[in-house]
């Protein structure tokens, strides 16, 4: 923990999602640990970007927040740059930004004190609308991402979405440029990461490292549906990447054209074409331990 004087945090939570419940147990254990944090109610992205963005003016020097990647994805937007920590207690039904990071393990406790441990600077993806995360998603994962957020059920409604989008499926073409260098493509899936993780724990891109100034890129070609299915079951441990219809990348600048909408740490971020580039160590993170995901 922290030496010396108690920090200024901040407590960012939305009231009405699940984490909500768990503020409380988070409030009691802080303040076990004599931090008494300002507590910010953001009941909609927009309040829980303009909380996020007073923080920082008012020079928090850490905003914690409770919550998923939803919520996750719009503090770290704000932090980008700045020198206010984000601390995340991850209480949401994907919570890849903390698998990714070393966030998830432990109980609320234990997640609760990791939030007062040293910050680690990680890159973000920059070029979007706003500053991603954990991954920019292209193409198929895109609409199950929408469909998924449409529906009710934790972390089973990735798998579900995914059953109700696969017949809908078409593969689209794509011009892809990595560092200067074009390529043209038909794929079903093109993701930019800059952690592994996307869609509840699904190892998109196992060997991705938010400190290595990189950018990983997942393309999975022109695979039917069924291939596609039976891809998504090795995607969970990482194991599609030898699969003869994916190809993996990594580049310091990414760029995408071609039609359809982009999604960044599960949100929509806007429509193609974008260049996307890391933004280097520009997030403090309480407590965070880049690892890459383990292939199993």
Known sequence: PMSGMTPHVALLANPAARAGRDLN??????????????VLAAGSPAEAIAAAEKAVADGTERLVVVGGDGIVHLA??????????????????????????GLLDGDLGTRVDRVLDEPTAIDMISGGDRPAVTN??????????????????????????????IPRMRPQPYRLVLDGEARDLHAAVVVVANTAYFGAGMAICPDADPTDGLLDVCVVGDAGRVELLRSFRLVNSGRHVDHPKVSMFRAGEVTVEGTGPIRADGEPLGALPVTLRPDRGALLVAGASAHRAHRG
């Open 76 to 101: 770290a937007g704000a932090l980008a740059g700045s020198s206010t920590a984000l601390g995340i207690i991850a209480a949401g039904t994907g919570n890849d930004a903390a698998r990714a990071l």
């Open 136 to 165: 920019v998603i292209i193409g198929f994962p895109a609409t199950v991402n929408e469909r998924a957020n449409r529906m009710r059920m934790g972390a089973a409604r990735y798998t579900v979405a995914t059953l109700l989008e």
């Open 25 to 38: 147990r988070v409030l009691q254990r802080l303040q076990a640990l004599g931090v008494a944090p300002d």
